[in-house]
């Protein structure tokens, strides 16, 4: 799948995904009320609006982009019809030759990791049957819990041919309270951006490693010391736009290849209509906006990184 999403990549020339974390205060009113009519202001009718805001902005910027990276949480607050939803927008996004990344930020003790390595990225295993459920090309993974909570996930995606993003430095404001801090005279981030380039090492797709690692753009200093740590891991980079992070802060991300990040917008590109430059569009265009956010997205990082 690595080699996917570096295909992906050079086909689209944009090193971006765009984040689909469908809240309902972005999904504009007349989608609502069109669910709401047929479901009620039901969990069902959140389901169906948010099913389908992303079904129009996927189909306004599938043709752009390499990958799309949904957030499970905001789908999980509506139960399992938010699940539903969830399960949806991959299938379709998937139909649409998109790499999912599934947002799940998962890392349990290791039998418990490999049930969530197995729900998201393998087969279900029902007497004589095998079963993909949610089957996602990637997903994050927080690595807490160290080697063993990691290595369920690893196996799956050795099996399966698809990939991990393991957290090592996030984009929030509060992650430096655990992750900054120095053990042996080193950052604990550096210490997990080591264990992941070793964890990849095996792990290696024609250039690069499916096991990848998270880094906010809100840290870009950090980003380059990282880079050069895990020099053959696939950095997912959110934090850009909506946080703050800045285009030109983001070369240090990429290799001399011009590959080795790929960077995350979620709200900057599926509420775009509600931001002053992308207002003109209008709620009903909801999505032509988002497409002109992309496009926007895409020339400013590419313009940075020199592309
Ligand atoms: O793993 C992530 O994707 C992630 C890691 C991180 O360090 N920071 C971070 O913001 N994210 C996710 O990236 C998305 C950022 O959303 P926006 O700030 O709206 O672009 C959200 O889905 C976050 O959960």
Redesign the pocket.
Known sequence: MINKLIQNIQKTNAPIVV?L?PMLNYIPPHIQKRAFAEFGETLEGAAEAIWQYNKEIVDAVYDLIPAV?P?IAMYEQFGIEGLKAFQKTVNYCKEKNLVVIG?I?RGDIGSTSEAYAVGHLGKVQVGSKRYSCFDEDFV?VNPYLGSDGIKPFVDVCKEEKKGL?I?VK???QS?GEFQDRLIDGKPLYEHVGEKVAKWGEDCMGDSYSYIGA?V?ATYPKMGEILRKIMPKSFI?V??????GGKAEDLKPYFNEDGLGAII?????IIAAYKQEAYKHFGETAFADASRQAVLDMIADINQAIGR
């Open positions: 984040g974390d990276k957030q947002d930020k994050t993003f957290l996030t984009s929030n992650s998270v906010g997912l959110p934090g850009y736009g909506a946080q995350n917008s979620s709200r900057g």
